[in-house]
């Protein structure tokens, strides 16, 4: 666990999923997703939410990051 002068040093931020793909290559069941940050721009990541979420579904939800 990290000690809370570790934590105030995380930039996390709320960000808008904009493009969300299925994500074959992955070793688990999973989703790419483009997330739209604002002024951080576009990011990507992936996700192992498959068995919680269709893809149509997460499209234009928010979402926190660690963008640091």
Same mark, same amino acid.
């Given at each position: 666990?990290?000690?809370?002068?570790?934590?105030?040093k995380?930039? +996390?931020?709320? !960000?808008?999923?904009? %493009?969300?793909?299925?994500?074959p290559?992955?070793?688990?069941?999973?989703? @790419?997703?483009? +997330?739209?940050? !604002?002024?951080?721009? %576009?990011?990507?990541?992936?996700?192992?939410?498959?068995?919680?979420?269709? @893809?149509?579904?997460?499209?234009?939800?928010?979402?926190?990051?660690?963008?640091?």
């Amino acid at each position: 666990m990290a000690e809370f002068n570790r934590f105030l040093k995380f930039d +996390i931020r709320a !960000g808008t999923i904009i %493009n969300v793909q299925k994500f074959p290559e992955a070793l688990k069941p999973a989703f @790419k997703l483009e +997330i739209d940050f !604002g002024l951080l721009g %576009n990011k990507k990541s992936s996700a192992q939410i498959t068995e919680l979420y269709d @893809k149509d579904t997460l499209l234009g939800k928010q979402v926190l990051a660690v963008v640091n």
